[in-house]
């Protein structure tokens, strides 16, 4: 079943599209005043025909080449390279026959987004606005639910990727690692067993004697993680994890002190959750991706980042209250496993960029499309979660 459902026939393309360029194929004459251009995209075009075939049905997520069909990982340093080089000539020759209907290009290669700042620069936020955003967002993110929710979901997620490792390649780093995760899910378990729902008087504070173990901190899942680095940094296929481990070391540096035992009673837990989300709050910054991997978790439940290959802004509307903003990918093919999957990938960039710019207050009306490009397709519209979609035909037609 498709997740997606086809445009009606007369939805019209908003203005900034209604050009040449958009109206299917990439077209070359569009640039025909510029020579060298030109050259340049009839000498790169069979170049991209070529990486097509042989990446069909790849896609390169986090910098780890994918297999879109089955979701796994593509061990190949010759591919990946590969894949690197399409997603850069493929933009390159889109951004050279779009740009005439381009007021600026935000960015002008793939890139990922990552933090709050490069979506706040995508946006032209203003410095005061940016205050703004991040006053309005962090106590959001930062909730205790959330936290532990994010931590929780960069551990399950590195669990079930050591489950299904190849058992002949084991090393004792990978298996010390694999019991450091059951380790660290056990403490995030006693975390989030409190039940804040629950009535007080059902919280009874335990007595203390001394033979009671000392209450453990948020510093002990920081050492956790130290080592669970130190296992896994060498493997190439947990090193999305490693990242992310290191991503949200910054949250838990900040917070390392504060207490996580469940015995310690009712109020004393509220307050101690309560100071996770201040801490949080107060030392998270724009440029923090650990801050943006909390605002991903807390938008949809997800941990990783996103990639685009194009990001670039359209002229205003003649009454010019309006702003056009395209987000875009390159895709290796059209069929359907790879057009939900970039689809879903380009909903979750378009919601997080209108979540911020609402955050942030502007003026002006933003107005986001979510483009597809791929060598020989057909152009149509789709809409999915209520954005738009457009998918166009890269050729020298």
């Not at 130290?226 to 896994?232: E, G, S, T």
């Not at 999957?341 to 209108?354: A, P, S």
């Amino acid at each position: 079943m498709k997740i997606f459902r086809q445009v009606n026939s007369h939805y019209q393309v908003p203005n900034p599209l209604r050009v040449k360029k958009f109206t299917g194929s990439v077209h070359i004459d569009a640039i025909s005043n510029h020579s060298t251009s030109s050259e340049w995209c009839i000498r790169t075009f069979p170049k991209l025909i070529k990486l097509s075939h042989l990446l069909k049905g790849l896609d390169l997520i986090n910098e780890r080449l994918v297999n879109v069909e089955n979701k796994c990982v593509v061990d190949d340093e010759f591919l990946t390279l590969s894949m690197r080089a399409f997603k850069s000539t493929g933009t390159a020759f889109v951004m050279q026959n779009m740009r005439t209907c381009v007021n600026k290009p935000a960015y002008k290669e793939p890139f990922d987004v990552n933090s709050l700042k490069k979506i706040c620069d995508v946006l032209c936020v203003s410095a005061q606005q940016r205050k703004l955003v991040r006053l309005a967002i962090c106590p959001q993110v930062t909730q205790h639910q959330i936290w532990t929710g994010a931590l929780m979901e960069i551990l399950n997620q590195l669990e079930i990727e050591m489950k299904v490792k190849d058992y002949g390649c084991i090393t004792k780093g990978f298996n010390m690692g694999r019991q450091i995760v059951v380790n660290c899910l056990r403490f995030l378990d006693d975390v989030t067993s409190y039940d804040p729902d629950s009535a007080s008087w059902m919280w009874l504070t335990p007595k203390k004697d001394a033979d009671s173990p000392p209450s453990a901190k948020w510093a002990d899942l920081l050492e956790m993680f130290n080592d669970l680095i130190n296992c896994l940094k060498n493997d190439h296929e947990f090193l999305l994890y490693v990242i992310k481990l290191e991503i949200m070391k910054e949250g838990l540096l900040q917070i390392k002190d504060v207490l996580v035992d469940k015995n310690i009673g009712y109020k004393e837990a509220l307050h101690q959750q309560s100071l996770v989300q201040k801490k949080l709050t107060k030392s998270l910054g724009h440029s923090s991706r650990c801050l943006f991997t909390l605002l991903l978790y807390y938008l949809y439940g997800s941990i990783q980042d996103i990639d685009l290959d194009i990001c670039c802004w359209f002229s205003e509307d003649v009454a010019g209250d309006k702003v056009y903003l395209c987000v875009g990918k390159i895709m290796t093919s059209d069929d359907d496993k790879m057009m939900m999957h970039v689809v879903k990938q380009l909903d979750r960039v378009l919601g997080v960029i209108k979540f911020v710019h609402e955050m942030a207050e502007m003026k002006e009306i933003l107005e986001i499309q979510g483009h597809l490009w791929c060598v020989g397709s057909k152009s149509k519209s789709l809409a999915y979660r209520g954005h738009n979609f457009f998918i166009h035909g890269i050729s020298l037609e």
